[in-house]
């Protein structure tokens, strides 16, 4: 044997109940305190990358983000594709917000067109499965992540593990997801196990006892998922999960993994996959045909500048769909308040159009008004429809205006929502500028709706700053 390689002779599968197995290692710092941030927030991607492979990289990206956004144990998260940090594990990274604190899984993705077993010797010498590749890339990237995960359509061939008579060294074990936080990546809804190896017996003389050292720590941190799901399969499983999440349709999904793939493709430096990214595309992706631009031109009066103050401060405004030309104009200067930076800033972070911003005459009104919902410069108006509160639930901190009558308004309970002037006495200073500026009674205000305060704003345009 050499210094660096174990031989790779293995005993029999079975259901490992070890917790030295099961339990998931979580990175700490000097001060053995559970990692509380993120790592930086922009990666390099590594350099070189080609696009095979590409499509099911995009949609285990897709799968995992949508899994995590539905998971309430996941607090925030941030993912990096072929991130240059993680060596042989880089293809999909995974930063995981939990009340553990910030966990992070590392894949290494290995797709084929045609399922095959993988044997013994795809184990020792392949290109895809080298154990000693992916051993010796983890002496670089340890301190890295919590977890590694070598990730395959292919499975393991059991009955070529089972002794005879050998001296052996690793055994492949098989491990329960169940109460797992690994359980967050799972991928196939029938595969509820994942392989791990253990180092069952060394006799050799000529083994470096460092090196078994270095290959039990790596052992402890390397999962293999195997049977996972293939290119078609996966694309179809994520389609319904993502329909019966938010009640949506194939197109909607389409436009959801194009977002992915976009943000995937891009060379170079660029920010991880965050939860409010995700959240914020997913919105748009399930609102675009619901979608009311904003004005691009026209003046705006002192009574409108100061009701749009007002609908800032609320996370819902609900106005009558025949007012909806007279809500697009709220915001019709905005352009001289607006940089073309700002825009493109918030189209490099969100992906939600490939081609770069060179001129606003170059958009239309619906991605313009995208963009400036992304920038947080205005609300969203959208038309009121029955599954719009999945999308609005989605993003929080976003702002709205929905056109329509509130019938859906179950989902608003616990949003801030805006519909008369008596709920802007909790701010008192906004409340007086109302009145002041509209002119109203001081008996006359708490009865005034949003609507009729929005019709009164355009009554008489004078242009404001």
Not at 10 to 31: A, L, P
Not at 283 to 292: F, I, K, M, N, R
């Amino acid at each position: 044997m050499t210094s660096n390689h174990l031989a790779l002779k293995v005993g029999d599968s079975e259901k490992s109940t070890d917790e030295s197995i099961q339990k998931t290692t979580v990175r700490r710092d000097v001060n053995g305190e559970t990692n509380k941030t993120f790592p930086e927030e922009i990666f390099q991607k590594r350099r070189g990358t080609t696009n095979l492979g590409i499509e099911y990289e995009v949609l285990v990206t897709a799968n995992i983000a949508l899994q995590l956004i539905s998971d309430n144990k996941i607090k925030d998260f941030r993912i990096s594709s072929n991130n240059e940090t993680f060596g042989d594990f880089d293809d999909v990274v995974v930063e995981m917000e939990t009340d553990r604190g910030i966990e992070i899984k590392a894949l290494q993705l290995k797709h084929g067109n045609k399922k095959k077993y993988i044997t013994k010797k795809n184990l020792e010498k392949s290109k895809d499965y080298n154990l000693t590749k992916y051993f010796n890339s983890f002496q670089e990237t340890k301190d890295k992540a919590d977890v590694f995960i070598l990730f395959t359509n292919n499975n393991i061939n059991e009955d070529e593990f089972k002794p005879q008579g050998e001296n052996f060294c690793l055994k492949p074990i098989k491990v329960s997801m169940s109460e797992d936080i690994l359980d967050t990546l799972k991928i196939s809804e029938d595969i509820n196990y994942y392989y791990k190896f253990k180092i069952i017996e060394e006799k050799s003389t000529e083994q470096n006892p460092q090196t078994i050292q270095q290959y039990q720590t790596f052992l402890k941190q390397f999962y293999f998922y195997t049977d996972q799901e293939d290119l078609e399969t996966l694309k179809k499983s994520t389609m319904e999960r993502f329909i019966k999440i938010f009640c949506s349709n194939e197109a909607t999904f389409k436009q959801y993994v194009s977002v992915i793939s976009s943000w995937s493709i891009r060379a170079g430096k660029k920010e991880k996959l965050s939860k409010e990214m995700t959240q914020r595309a997913i919105a748009l992706c399930l609102l675009s045909s619901q979608v009311e631009p904003h004005a691009s031109n026209g003046q705006v009066t002192d009574k409108m500048a100061t009701l749009r103050e007002a609908i800032r401060v609320f996370a819902i405004t609900l106005l009558k769909e025949e007012n909806s030309k007279l809500a697009t104009t709220l915001w019709a200067n905005w352009k001289k308040n607006i940089h073309l930076e700002d825009l493109d800033k918030a189209h490099s972070r969100f992906s939600v159009f490939f081609d770069y911003i060179s001129s606003l005459e170059d958009m239309d009104a619906k991605s313009i008004t995208q963009l400036l919902w992304l920038a947080e410069k205005c609300p969203l108006i959208v038309k009121e429809y029955n599954t719009i509160g999945k999308a609005v639930q989605l993003c929080r901190d976003g702002k709205f205006i929905l056109l329509g009558d509130g019938k859906w308004k179950e989902w608003m309970k616990d949003l801030s929502v805006f519909e008369k002037l008596s709920q802007l006495e909790g701010k008192p200073e906004l409340y007086q500028k109302v009145q002041q500026n509209f002119n109203i009674f001081q008996q006359e205000i708490a009865k005034l709706t949003v609507n009729e305060l929005l019709e009164i704003s355009n009554v008489q345009r004078h242009p404001s700053t």
